[in-house]
């Protein structure tokens, strides 16, 4: 579900401007991009175009931050990256 202050992002996202064909695009079909770093930050911007390649007037805004934590696989248990949650008890596979 999409939230109404994300709704509204999508809303006020300017045209751009493809480059080799010389026309702008105003039907805007608005993109998510997610990154995730090393350290398990995410963060979640939207966009007016998927990629700025042969495209002027691209914009990115940040709609949302957050932490990854390390949580126990289903299939492998901990993995060896998780500090702190050597103690805790192994996920068995449900079947």
């Known amino acids: 579900m999409i939230s109404d202050k994300l709704y509204g992002y999508t809303q006020?996202?300017?045209p751009y401007y493809l480059i080799g064909q010389k026309r702008e695009v105003a039907d805007?079909?608005?993109n998510l991009a997610i990154s995730?770093?090393?350290e398990g930050e995410v963060?979640?911007?939207i966009s007016n175009a998927a990629t700025s390649r042969n495209?002027?007037?691209r914009v990115m805004h940040e709609v949302g931050r957050g932490q990854a934590v390390?949580?126990?696989s289903i299939n492998e248990g901990i993995?060896?990256?998780c500090q702190g949650l050597s103690d805790e008890p192994k996920i068995e596979r449900p079947f």
Do not use: E, R
């Open 12 to 14: 006020g996202l300017p």
């Open 70 to 72: 390390c949580m126990p």
């Open 55 to 57: 495209k002027k007037g």
């Open 36 to 38: 995730v770093g090393s």
């Open 28 to 30: 805007i079909s608005p």
């Open 79 to 81: 993995p060896d990256n």
């Open 43 to 45: 963060v979640v911007w």
